[in-house]
């Protein structure tokens, strides 16, 4: 397990790696924002495919549990191509997709990684109709279910990106604050520019600037 997170860049629960202080600082300013308006509910989104939202999703979820007096949940609710469950190692059972078509209840579904006071919610399969079931009652209510179920829990959601899946910015109002990734030397200038504008009026607390040289 420690090798395949380390493979896979998880690093946010080691103590000597030099990128854990990166994530500590990230969760610093994140928990700061979120505090200061009682909110617990975050997304990670990016302009496009392959930026780095999965791995901030984890690394921040991680850095988080680290801190003994937070708990934390993370969702993967990028039905398009989920990535929570193979970055951390695991192979769940149940995943996002079987609470939404209602063939599993969320305790069926949620999964501890071994990582003391974090959960996950995985998904395990691509969803051609991603973008439908993001924004579908059953997954606002899923939303709402988790925050008054957990209501001193940080739940953090790994969403898809907003320029390449539609619903994306539907989903944002079900949630209370958004960081968007940006990828270095990967995300165009127009992209950015887009993306930013598109979260204009959806709570966005802050830009993650990933893989920088
Ligand atoms: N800072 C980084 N340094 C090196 N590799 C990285 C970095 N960030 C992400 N990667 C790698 O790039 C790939 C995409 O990262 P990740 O899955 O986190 O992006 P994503 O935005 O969630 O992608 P998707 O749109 O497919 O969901 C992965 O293989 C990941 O390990
Ligand atoms: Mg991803």
């Not at 695991?90 to 939404?100: A, H, R, S, V, W």
């Not at 973008?131 to 009652?137: D, N, R, T």
Request: glycine share 6%; charged share 20%; hydrophobic share 45%.
């Amino acid at each position: 397990m420690p090798e395949i997170l380390e493979r896979n860049r998880v690093v946010a629960a080691q103590f000597q790696h030099p990128l854990t202080d990166v994530y500590r600082t990230l969760r610093a300013q994140v928990l700061q924002a979120l505090h200061h308006e009682g909110k617990t509910t975050i997304g990670i989104t990016s302009a496009n495919p392959d930026e780095g939202k999965t791995l901030t999703a984890v690394n921040l979820a991680i850095a988080t549990a680290m801190d003994e007096n937070k708990t934390v949940l993370l969702v993967d609710a990028d039905l398009r191509e989920p990535g929570v469950a193979e970055c951390l190692g695991i192979e769940p059972t149940n995943g996002l997709e079987d609470y939404l078509m209602g063939t599993a209840t969320i305790t069926d579904c949620l999964i501890n990684p071994g990582i003391e006071r974090l959960s996950i919610l995985p998904a395990k399969t691509r969803m051609g109709n991603s973008a439908e079931l993001l924004a579908s009652s059953n997954m606002l209510q899923l939303v709402w279910e988790l925050k008054t179920r957990y209501p001193n829990r940080l739940i953090i959601y790994d969403l898809p990106p907003v320029l390449t899946v539609s619903d994306t910015i539907s989903f944002l109002p079900a949630i209370e604050a958004t960081l968007l990734v940006v990828r270095d030397g990967a995300t165009r200038t127009s992209d950015l520019s887009r993306a930013l504008h598109l979260l204009a009026n959806h709570s966005l607390i802050g830009t993650v600037l990933n893989a920088a040289q």
